[in-house]
């Protein structure tokens, strides 16, 4: 029986990239990734080449069954150069955990976007709704708004077997979020643009868009999107000591810019030190602080000082790939 394959990749446009996918068709397939052929694409159309040279390599890593057609399966993909070689726009290749000795929990916010009013979904086409609050998961027709997108993009996910952990209405009107954990960073990222693409095809069928810009509606009172990134490695999950949590937090000091620079394009908008944000140009964290760079979760410091952190900076429309890369980058230069 023919099978469709969606192959699902990341564009080259700055400074946000963005999902583009094809379909192949093949007469069978096992359902394992290593007995997937590469395929290629025409990267003078995605910013990812020059039109006299135009063939990228789309390389499958990741697959699960496609929950919305009939045998079907999305493939994500890494891309590669004409000569084989990781794009420039390949964030996965840069990162450094082959052991999968580091887990990643992300935390992905979105807007619920209507494209008529261009406003969320529950903004009245002249006007605000009542302010923030009463939104943060909330139920009911008056605060609660999109709720069968977000339910049916739960199902999909967990029918296509990804490691979606929860949901919750947000604290803006017409903004969600979905929590993904994977033992392992590449997987992490794997299984969160995977989440993306599908909750973009079903807003299709709902003709609502995908807002995942960390401030769509600029410096009004309202909460911007994170994707706040929640991580550990076996030091953190056997730590023992409140030292070691802070050697690591005190790592990232020095690596500020690094971070920032692919923790998501106009973040400045967001990390104001305000609506649970840290100021952009300070770096602090501390136990239970939502107002701070990292947070150090009550759990760790109730298991002894083990467990993990959560940098809170990463924003809704950052790379997960070049996050963890960066973050693992940062850990291991922890003086502990």
């Not at 994500?76 to 726009?89: A, F, I, R, T």
């Not at 909750?199 to 960390?214: D, F, K, P």
């Amino acid at each position: 029986m023919a099978t469709k394959l969606e192959y699902i990749w990341l564009d080259g446009y700055k400074p946000t990239q963005s999902l583009r996918s094809k379909t192949k068709i093949v007469k069978e397939f096992s359902g394992k990734v290593e007995d997937l052929e590469n395929w290629s694409f025409d990267g003078s159309s995605t910013e990812q080449a020059p039109g006299g040279s135009s063939d990228c390599i789309l390389k499958p890593v990741f697959t699960c069954p496609d929950p919305q057609r009939k045998n079907a399966y999305l493939v994500m993909c890494e891309v590669l150069d004409s000569k084989g070689q990781p794009h420039e726009s390949n964030g996965r290749a840069l990162i450094q955990d082959d052991d999968n000795d580091f887990w990643f929990g992300f935390e992905q916010e979105y807007f619920l976007w209507d494209p008529k009013t261009d406003k969320p979904l529950g903004f009245p086409a002249g006007g605000y709704p009542a302010p923030q609050g009463p939104y943060y998961c909330s139920v009911g027709a008056n605060n609660a708004y999109g709720r069968e997108i977000v339910e049916e993009h739960l199902d999909v996910c967990l029918e296509a077997g990804l490691n979606v952990e929860g949901i919750n209405a947000e604290v803006a009107a017409g903004q969600w979020e979905f929590q993904i954990f994977a033992k392992g960073a590449k997987e992490a990222g794997d299984q969160i643009w995977v989440a993306r693409y599908l909750l973009e095809r079903i807003g299709e069928s709902y003709g609502v868009a995908i807002n995942w810009h960390c401030k769509p509606l600029g410096q009004l009172d309202w909460n911007g999107s994170g994707m706040h990134a929640n991580f550990s490695n076996s030091l953190l999950r056997t730590a023992n000591s409140e030292a070691k949590f802070k050697a690591v937090c005190e790592a990232f000091r020095p690596a500020v810019a690094e971070c920032i620079a692919v923790y998501g394009a106009d973040n400045d908008q967001r990390l104001t030190g305000k609506h649970e944000t840290a100021s952009i140009h300070d770096f602090s964290y501390g136990v239970s602080d939502r107002g701070a760079s990292i947070r150090i979760p009550l759990y760790a410091v109730d298991h002894g000082w083990s467990g993990y952190l959560e940098d809170r900076r990463p924003n809704s429309a950052a790379d997960p790939y070049k996050v963890a890369a960066v973050i693992i980058k940062t850990v291991k230069t922890a003086k502990v």
